[in-house]
């Protein structure tokens, strides 16, 4: 399968305690996007890279959490100090950016639970 | 980016066609009309996107207006795994990020 994986799949940690998320997107896919998901809503947009610069992060990215692509290819995204409301479905996108006209293509995601 | 409305839920039989509206009335003329599928417990599933040109694929078709104010998804004959949330989002097709809504519960029942 050469689809975006995501690592672990779920998680349960509990309050206070840092994890870490693993993203590792389609090959040669230059951009690569980091999403959550919240039950009942859709996705909602925390971070991107392109290649291993991080171009933008939403007001939802507290100083908590931190993303890296050290070498523009895998990514991983990290939750410090973690509190119930971190309790998600994080989603990592991948897409080949050229121009105009791109399709983001999804991880199955990680579930995290935060007790 | 434009924002856009569909139906919180729709039903349809087995085998039979699944039309899903989306109104965009505000969409830029450089915005493309994407289409994702969302499974239970899964991640997102691109499934089609368009600009004004009605197109098809193995999944499904989008028909696109000609004023492009909305668009409807038709999966031809639906199957009980088509039952996800169906999501419609405008979007330039370059850089940042998708904006999801809601979208809309299909549920294929036999």
């Known amino acids: 399968d050469t689809g975006v994986s995501q690592n672990p799949r779920h998680k349960i940690t509990k309050r206070g305690q840092n994890v870490t998320f693993r993203c590792d997107p389609i090959?040669?896919?230059?951009?690569l996007y980091w999403y959550r998901q919240t039950l009942g809503q859709g996705p909602e947009f925390l971070t991107y890279?392109?290649?291993?610069?991080?171009?933008?992060k939403s007001r939802l990215l507290s100083d908590r959490f931190s993303a890296e692509r050290p070498k523009g290819s895998f990514s991983t995204l990290e939750i410090q100090r973690t509190e119930q409301g971190d309790s998600a479905m994080y989603l990592c996108?991948?897409?080949f950016g050229q121009g105009a006209r791109e399709t983001q293509y999804f991880g199955p995601g990680t579930r995290l639970l935060v007790l | 980016d434009a924002k856009t409305t569909q139906p919180t839920s729709m039903d349809c039989a087995e085998g039979r066609a699944a039309n899903l509206p989306c109104n965009h009335s505000?969409?830029?003329?450089?915005?493309?009309v994407y289409w994702y599928r969302q499974i239970h417990s899964q991640g997102p599933q691109y499934i089609i996107h368009?600009?004004?040109n009605n197109e098809t694929n193995e999944m499904a078709s989008l028909i696109i207006t000609e004023d492009r104010k909305s668009s409807t998804l038709i999966l031809p004959h639906a199957t009980l795994r088509d039952t996800a949330v169906y999501y419609c989002?405008?979007?330039?097709?370059?850089?940042?990020?998708?904006?999801f809504g809601k979208g809309t519960k299909l549920s294929v029942k036999p």
């Open positions: 996108a991948s897409s």
């Open positions: 090959s040669e896919h230059n951009r």
């Open positions: 890279f392109q290649n291993e610069a991080q171009l933008e």
């Open positions: 505000t969409i830029s003329g450089n915005e493309y």
């Open positions: 368009g600009l004004k």
């Open positions: 989002i405008v979007w330039r097709g370059s850089q940042g990020n998708l904006i």
